[in-house]
């Protein structure tokens, strides 16, 4: 099979913003405790954060994390989380029918982040709250001084303010599982005022507006439009949410998916700019994609758990080699989508369907999806390039005419380079692989690898380092033009350099 990419220096889709590559830490499961946070562990430090776990989240250089929720954010209270560790209240968290001892609070994660070398996208409270614990926070974070909740913050530990730029309004306020749920109307206006007083409070933060849930609810378009309507004018993005299941062990229509996220994107974005329209603004609204993963492997095992355990193994996915190929297909789609994605959030880090997974008083390991995105995250910055696309195409199950070549390149101006990222999603067939990269010289290859040959069902669960990216030797260059043979099944990183 032969499939083809030309690309054209002067066509750039956009300069990504590097939250594309964020992720999420959410107070559920053993994401917190037991995963980042695990005083004791032989590698803790002096605030009992595991050592091993940021070494490895540093190998995946994450720019943001959404913090404290998801779910869980909808029945937090934020104070709950500050002042002496021994004074602070064990509640039930409705969202995962958990007990939170907030022995990890703001202060805490503020503190973990510096460590992590990332910023935090911090969640308020609209489920069960709304403006007055949102201002509060805000001003306990972001003031620099001489108020009551920032001078609180200084005699909690933190002289200088957090500085927290990126603030969600709220989480899958539609969702009928959510804590203090509403409707499209409901949200719509407290996110609003919501949005007002905080950015009176300070107006440098930038906001996300709660999207649906995911694309697959009743109320996806009518929701967007509506909140919109209310919010536009105080929001800077709105955000969308989705998983990838293979229940149906189906693995065409499997890899198909990303096409589904591409779909996604168009749609809101056509509903910010119906929005836009009108109300006649001159203001756009661009995308915060702040949750999405493969979620589906731990349904079974959480739908027969027993409630209120502290630090329960939840949503505790093993991935595989097609779930990494399926997230590498979404992070390329996220690339070429990257003039209105500005923010997303691989959802989640440590634990909870995440590609870092810890094992108590023990190791921290690898997940198969970790591959794709450290590649993406560290090579992945700069512009991205408009390709144009030669495929050859199949039909699956739900979609129609999907490509097997996905494919994404990116120009980092800084280092002359450019980073070609390609998923073969062909079972059987080795695809010879044309890049044409016109107006740029002396093309050489820094280097080419792939992420290929495994089953599709093969974990690294009891062989930590059973899959690993390795050279791909097949490659050439002449001129502009470079050429290499993708495996089947293969997630592949191209770097070329130019003059
Ligand atoms: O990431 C797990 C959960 O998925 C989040 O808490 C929620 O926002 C979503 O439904």
Redesign the pocket.
């Known amino acids: 099979m032969k499939a083809e990419v030309k690309a054209h220096k002067d066509h750039i889709i956009s300069t990504i913003d590097d939250r594309i590559y964020g992720s999420?830490v959410?107070h559920?499961g053993r994401a917190v405790y037991e995963g980042i946070y695990e005083p004791g562990h032989p590698t803790a430090n002096e605030q009992g954060f595991r050592q091993d776990v940021i070494d490895v989240i540093n190998e995946l250089n994450v720019p943001l994390v959404r913090y404290p929720?998801?779910?869980?954010v909808s029945g937090y209270n934020w104070e709950d989380g500050i002042g002496p560790k021994e004074d602070r209240p064990k509640r039930l968290d409705l969202?995962w029918r958990s007990v939170e001892t907030n022995q990890v609070g703001l202060h805490e994660f503020m503190e973990w982040s510096r460590q992590a070398n990332t910023e935090v996208n911090m969640a308020i409270n609209l489920g069960t709250r709304g403006i007055d614990a949102a201002r509060n926070l805000l001003e306990y974070c972001n003031h620099p001084g001489g108020t009551y909740w920032s001078d609180l913050r200084k005699e909690n530990g933190d002289e200088k303010p957090f500085a927290i730029k990126t603030w969600c309004l709220g989480?899958?306020m539609d969702?009928p599982w959510q804590t203090g749920a509403k409707t499209a109307e409901e949200y719509g206006r407290l996110a609003q005022e919501t949005g007002k007083v905080m950015k009176l409070v300070d107006e440098s933060i930038e906001l996300v507006l709660c999207g649906s849930?995911s694309s697959k609810m009743p109320t996806f378009g009518e929701w967007e439009y509506t909140v919109l309507e209310h919010a536009y004018d105080y929001v800077d993005f709105l955000s969308l949410?989705l998983?990838w299941e293979n229940f149906e062990n189906d693995l065409p229509n499997y890899l198909a998916k990303s096409v589904e996220m591409d779909h996604f994107i168009k749609d809101v974005v056509a509903i910010c700019d119906a929005v836009k329209a009108k109300k006649g603004s001159d203001k756009k609204i661009n995308l915060s994609f702040d949750?999405w993963n493969v979620?589906y492997h731990s349904k079974d095992a959480d739908a027969k758990r027993e409630p209120w355990d502290i630090a329960p193994p939840l949503?505790e996915d093993i991935y595989n080699f097609e779930d990494a190929l399926l997230v590498g297909c979404g992070l390329i789609t996220l690339l070429n989508n990257s003039d209105r994605v500005k923010i997303a959030c691989l959802?989640?880090l440590v634990n909870?369907?995440a590609p870092i997974m810890t094992v108590k008083d023990g190791e921290v390991w690898k997940q198969p999806t970790f591959y794709p995105f450290m590649q993406a995250s560290n090579y992945g910055r700069g512009k991205v390039l408009n390709l144009q696309s030669e495929s050859p195409t199949y039909d699956s199950k739900e979609y129609k005419a999907v490509p097997y070549l996905e494919s994404a390149a990116v120009l980092n101006d800084e280092k002359n380079e450019i980073v070609v990222f390609a998923v073969n999603r062909s079972e059987k067939d080795n695809m010879a692989f044309n890049t044409t990269l016109e107006g740029f010289n002396n093309i050489e290859v820094i280097e080419a690898t792939e992420l290929a040959g495994y089953d599709p069902k093969m974990t690294t669960q009891e062989q930590h380092d059973a899959m690993e990216i390795k050279p791909n030797e097949s490659i050439s260059v002449e001129g502009s033009r470079a050429e290499i043979d993708l495996k089947p099944l293969s997630w592949n990183m191209i770097r070329l350099s130019f003059k």
């Open positions: 999420f959410e559920m929720g998801g779910n869980f969202a989480n899958e969702g849930s949410h998983y949750e979620w949503l959802a989640q909870v369907i």
